[in-house]
């Protein structure tokens, strides 16, 4: 170690010693010639540029690996097949035909749980997350959040996960296929199909290293892989009573309706809670404080408060549509702040989209 | 089903806890249990703030991972307003145990949910924060929680207050929103497709029935005009509650 004056610490001592004050150091320099940054040298609207690759996995319907600076997502997206016998309570939809609006295509993918993400993060990604360990709070909130995210977004229709069961060549039998019990919807059209089988997607998110910021890697992890998705064409065989997928057909890539993108910014105080408190009673200021986006871990440690917003700018000439709004853990961030935080959010989302 | 139109609140009826309220409304029953500060685990301690351990259990079965969701969510709310700098390498912990849940009979119910449970949490929010004020946690402000959903009839979007089960499953988009006594915004979730403009008229709407708007005079209460009569006055409510008990506890003194 190098030797130095007994009243100057290295940065890299500061930092370890008094985190708080060594980051506001940084955003609030004493003296006005240094420019005021982030210890990771970004400013504080400024995110970590994306960097996406899919279709990597080979044993995967589709796969992306998602980067934003340090923070590495890989998801892979496998289908399996369900059989409606296996349904508990299965009830056949109503017409094949969509006169059925869009939350007749999320009650088929809620209640037969046709999509099934998880996240892992014990795999070594961070030193507080080792291997072999049951999953933390925080990995069963992020499969939660995705979960919640994944159908409130309607981004995948049900008619893609359906595996039907043609009868048009019993047509000519009259009466038995017309009035089959099971529920086999009639078309309009006439050729009778029948609902025998589901895909059911199981998306896994990975994090192969963790710097801050997991919920939006997961995210553009999880809508790369969906929208890299190709499945197999698959029809019911009614004397092998199975599914068969046809090798010779091209994949039928999955329909998906929107472009869905989460930003996640934290909010950083000068003073600690108790301070501002009093502060604000006594008559005073809120206090600065700084909203950082796409925080990594050095500066998620030192936070309280944390506002992620999803925004769709995908439709053309239409206002910003919002996904999803989460706010917790302290009163900084109020409806003027999350106003401007929606604005950033959509140059993030040009970001994501430029990088697709 | 009747859904309570008025909330209803019993402090401290659970003898071992430090504190305990049960709180219901908007057809959610939450019985809430405090215990602190009591002694931390070694390896769990802080040294220089107490510990919040929020656990919330569901009407019908075990915790599963929305459970974890919302433990995660009360405990960063309900951490910036415990003074937890007064009671350092402590615990404090919060049990929140849900026993009544609206039923929304026309969903294929199921048991293991893995999305996450909103509408629940006002009532969580508000079960505990009668919990600690039962317990004599000290507090830095009291919570006021409201849910509401925009629904879409006829081409005309509208926000609806207290929404039932039925509503938010057809809604547009379902929040809920958490203000503190100073009129703070503490907690904004929300879910569905909005646009910004939405989100504000949601919010005044949520601050104009979590906040109260008119000073309430000790000699001479004052009733606002502009507060429909259906919409119960969250605040006055938690202080009209806490005096009630202080009042009926010190009746011997």
């Not at chain 2, 949490?121 to 409201?146: E, F, M």
């Not at chain 2, 708007?213 to 429909?228: A, F, K, L, N, P």
Request: glycine letters at 6%; hydrophobic letters at 40%.
């Amino acid at each position: 170690m190098a030797t130095q004056s007994s009243l100057t610490l290295s940065s890299a001592t500061f930092a370890k010693l008094s985190p708080h004050p060594y980051l506001l150091a940084n955003l609030q320099p004493t003296d006005a010639s240094t420019p005021s940054s982030r210890t990771n040298g970004r400013q504080p609207t400024q995110a970590r540029p994306p960097a996406i690759n899919t279709s990597s996995l080979t044993h995967a319907h589709g796969s992306a690996v998602v980067r934003t600076g340090d923070t590495t997502a890989v998801c892979g997206v496998r289908a399996e097949t369900l059989t409606t016998s296996q349904i508990p309570n299965y009830r056949a939809p109503l017409s094949s035909i969509s006169t059925s609006s869009i939350t007749a295509s999320t009650d088929e993918l809620r209640y037969y749980d046709l999509l099934v993400p998880n996240i892992e993060l014990a795999t070594g990604c961070a030193p507080n997350f080792l291997p072999g360990v049951p999953p933390t709070t925080l990995a069963q909130t992020l499969s939660t959040r995705i979960y919640s995210l994944l159908h409130s977004a309607r981004i995948l229709e049900a008619a893609d996960l359906r595996i039907y069961h043609e009868k048009s060549h019993n047509i000519g039998e009259g009466d038995e296929a017309m009035q089959d019990a099971e529920g086999g919807d009639v078309d309009v059209g006439g050729d009778a199909r029948e609902v025998k089988a589901y895909w059911v997607l199981y998306i896994d998110i990975l994090f192969i290293s963790l710097d801050g910021n997991p919920f939006d890697a997961a995210w553009a992890a999880v809508l790369a892989a969906l929208r890299d998705t190709k499945l197999p064409r698959a029809r019911w065989d009614a004397d092998r009573e199975m599914v068969l997928c046809s090798r010779g057909e091209a994949p039928v890539p999955l329909s998906i309706t929107g472009f869905p993108i989460a930003c996640t910014a934290a909010v950083f105080t000068a003073k600690d809670r108790l301070k501002q408190s009093q502060s604000r009673r006594d008559g005073g200021e809120v206090g600065s404080f700084w909203i950082l986006v796409d925080p990594d871990r050095f500066e998620e440690s030192l936070c309280d408060e944390s506002v992620t917003v999803v925004v769709d700018r995908s439709e053309a000439g239409a206002e910003t549509k919002i996904l999803g709004l989460e706010k917790s853990g302290g009163t900084v961030v109020g409806p003027e702040v999350i106003r401007r935080f929606v604005q950033v959010a959509e140059g993030r989302w040009q970001e994501f989209r430029d990088a697709f | 089903m009747t859904v309570a139109a008025e909330p209803e609140a019993l402090l401290s009826h659970l003898h071992k806890a430090d504190g305990s309220a049960t709180y219901s409304y908007a057809g959610y029953t939450v019985i809430g249990a405090v215990n602190g500060p009591i002694e931390a685990q070694k390896r769990d301690e802080l040294p220089e703030e107490a510990i919040i351990d929020v656990v919330v259990r569901p009407a019908a079965g075990v915790g599963g991972t929305r459970e974890r969701h919302l433990e995660s969510l009360l405990q960063s709310t309900l951490r910036q307003i415990i003074l937890v700098n007064n009671f350092p390498r402590t615990l404090i912990q919060i049990i929140l145990q849900i026993t009544v849940a609206p039923e929304n009979e026309y969903i294929n119910g199921k048991l293991v949910q893995a999305n996450v449970n909103l509408p629940v949490v006002p009532a969580l929010l508000q079960a505990a924060i009668l919990s600690l004020l039962s317990a004599s946690i000290p507090l830095t402000a009291t919570l006021t929680s409201t849910s509401l959903a925009i629904i879409s009839e006829d081409g005309q979007r509208r926000t609806v207050t207290n929404p039932t089960a039925r509503q938010v499953e057809q809604s547009q988009s379902f929040h809920v929103l958490a203000f503190t006594s100073q009129s703070e915004l503490i907690l904004a979730e929300s879910e569905g497709a909005f646009t910004m403009k939405e989100w504000d008229d949601v919010y005044s709407a949520a601050q104009k029935q979590c906040c109260t708007t008119t000073t309430v005079d000790d000699t001479d209460t004052i009733m606002d005009e502009g507060r429909s009569t259906d919409m119960p006055d969250l605040k006055r409510f938690i202080r009209s509650t806490v005096e009630q008990k202080t009042a009926s506890d010190l009746y011997w003194k």
